[in-house]
Nanobody
Framework: QVQLVESGGGLVQAGGSLRLSCAAS????????MGWFRRAPGKEREFVAA????????NYEDSVKGRFTISRDNAKNTAYLQMNSLKPEDTAVYSC?????????????????????WGQGTQVTVSS
């Protein structure tokens, strides 16, 4: 079983930056595709970014391209989401998720239904 714990959320002014961390425990996630999702008040959960198990492929939701960067540090069993040029519309609870390693190293998914493990989430609030 894998446990995921997010950290790094907070309150930031528009144009600012935050780095979210997703620390895994229970087993190594070094080959697990990882993803970040967010849910704003009154809205459905939406995909933000994903990284393949190999770490060689990343994918982003259009509104965050060029501003957010997903990465992973397998030695630390941790995934990250660097968020720059934040906007008020980025305000949401951000959750990380992992897919059990059963696909090729280049696999990733934008579909939350494909993920097996989820963290509790961390609040990101961007003020205007």
């Amino acid at each position: 079983q894998v446990q995921l714990v997010e950290s790094g959320g907070g309150l930031v002014q528009a144009g600012g930056s935050l780095r979210l961390s997703c620390a895994a425990s229970g087993r190594s996630i070094s080959t697990y595709p990882m993803g970040w999702f967010r849910r704003a008040p009154g809205k459905e959960r939406e995909f933000v970014a994903a990284i393949s198990g190999s770490g060689g492929i990343t994918n982003y939701e259009d509104s965050v391209k060029g501003r957010f960067t997903i990465s992973r540090d397998n030695a630390k069993n941790t995934a990250y989401l660097q968020m720059n040029s934040l906007k008020p519309e980025d305000t949401a609870v951000y959750s990380c998720a992992a897919i059990r390693a059963r696909y090729s190293g280049n696999y990733y998914s934008r579909d939350g239904g494909q993920y097996d493990y989820w963290g509790q989430g961390t609040q990101v609030t961007v003020s205007s």
